[in-house]
């Protein structure tokens, strides 16, 4: 086992002993008003289990484990369980891209094109039918930013019956065999606006920069992340798969039935699996708090980790910076602008949650939840493994008063 994880699993277990420990709290009261928000999302079965991380001024205060790891509870949770991580997916491809950035090999105002040339020619809508599209060439060509921050113009937004989104429905592109395939359909599409124009939320345009590191480090997707950034911050238990002896860790992913009960959510690749035939850099990624802890204190120091670099300073704040400033509006919520790879906190009074200015932080359609406060050099995790269903009976989402109640507990100044 790993070094690093064998230390933060005894952590644990001296944690779940002792009470929370280092410097974030004022008294175990505040914490136990976290734990038992969390502990009554489970009693109450709105989901069946889960793990918070948080960490203080480099310190590890809470790593606990909560409830059961399968809707019928024959598992215990455990602090090194393994979730399917979704979109948090977004913010470790948004990292490798940014390596390359800093060895001078792109920049983010780079055409698209200049490193995947099937980008050149690719066209807007301009109107007409599905099988008789109206074509025009963009002002600009789509950029690297543009992928990273959701602008470049691809059709994953308004009604699946207007054309353009009929002609990108059809292209199939979950259905590729690898990233050179979905790169090369997604190339032949057209895009709904103006590249830089709008923002539309999806994980399609992480596709393309995957398949551009790739392209730019001359090995698979997969093998860079390991090397660059996995294996250098000692995540051990993150990846595309999950090796066979690991799979009884994996958490099943539950759903809500229509009159409110907890069930299992099934038709999902099997656990530890790819659940994506090429390896997405959207939302293809196992990982576990431990490891991905690892990963947001690198980004919360400022690019390093136990002595090892992975990204330079100015590289971090410019993820945490918004990109969105010149567009109307700003933001992608209220209070909310969109740096790389995740949200930034520009309001907190119009946002109506908790957290200092530049608070950056992402989630996972499964019920997974990072943010880091580099004001208060602060970081929390919250993972759980729930599709919600768009049902009356759907169980809120955890994340707003779990970060309230990490806040809470912040002693005061």
């Known amino acids: 086992m790993n070094l690093m994880k064998s230390y933060l699993l005894a952590a644990a277990a001296a944690l779940a002993v002792t009470g929370h420990a280092g410097e974030l709290g004022s008294g175990a009261d505040r914490f136990g008003r976290l734990d038992t928000y969390v502990q009554g999302l489970i009693e109450r079965g709105a989901y069946a289990g889960a793990v918070t991380y948080i960490a203080h001024n480099g310190k590890l205060v809470q790593l606990r484990a909560y409830g059961h790891a399968d809707v019928a509870r024959r598992r215990v949770m455990a602090p090194d369980a393994i979730f399917r991580i979704y979109s948090m997916s977004k913010t470790i491809t948004t990292v490798a891209v940014l390596t390359l950035m800093e060895e001078g090999k792109i920049g983010l ?11 050149k020619g690719i066209a807007v809508f301009s109107g007409g039918t599905a099988d008789a599209p109206r074509l025009r060439a963009p002002n600009s060509p789509p950029t690297i930013r543009q992928l990273l921050t959701h602008t470049a113009g691809f059709a994953v937004y308004g009604k699946r019956s207007d054309p353009v989104n009929t002609i990108f429905d059809r292209a199939q592109l979950g259905n590729s065999r690898n990233l050179e395939q979905y790169t090369t359909l997604l190339s032949k599409l057209p895009l709904a606006h103006e590249p830089g124009a709008q923002f539309h939320y999806d994980g399609v345009g992480m596709q393309p920069l995957a398949r551009l590191v790739e392209r730019i480090s001359g090995m698979p997707f997969d093998r860079y992340l390991q090397r660059r950034i996995f294996t250098p911050l000692g995540m051990v238990d993150t990846g595309f798969t999950v090796p066979l002896q690991d799979r009884q860790r994996i958490v099943e992913m539950s759903s809500t039935s229509i009159d409110g009960k907890l069930v299992s959510a099934g038709m999902l690749a099997a656990p530890g699996e790819r659940m994506n035939p090429y390896l997405s850099g959207a939302g293809g990624l196992y990982s576990t708090v431990i490891d991905y802890g690892r990963f947001a204190q690198m980004l919360l120091n400022g690019g390093t980790l136990d002595g090892i670099s992975i990204l330079g300073r100015h590289s971090v ?16 919520g209220p209070g909310l602008g969109f740096g790389l790879g995740g949200s930034v906190l520009l309001d907190p009074l119009r946002s109506g949650r908790p957290g200092s200015l530049g608070q950056f932080g992402w989630s996972g359609a499964g019920g997974t939840y990072f943010m880091i406060d580099p004001h208060e050099k602060l970081l929390a995790l919250l993972m759980l493994q729930h599709l919600p269903q768009d049902l009356p009976l759907d169980p809120p989402k955890p994340a707003l008063k779990f970060y309230t109640l990490v806040y809470q507990a912040l002693a005061p100044q």
């Open 109 to 119: 105002d780079d055409p698209v094109e200049n490193y995947l040339p099937e980008f």
């Open 317 to 332: 704040e410019l993820m945490m910076q918004n990109h969105l400033a010149q567009m109307d509006p700003p933001e992608i």
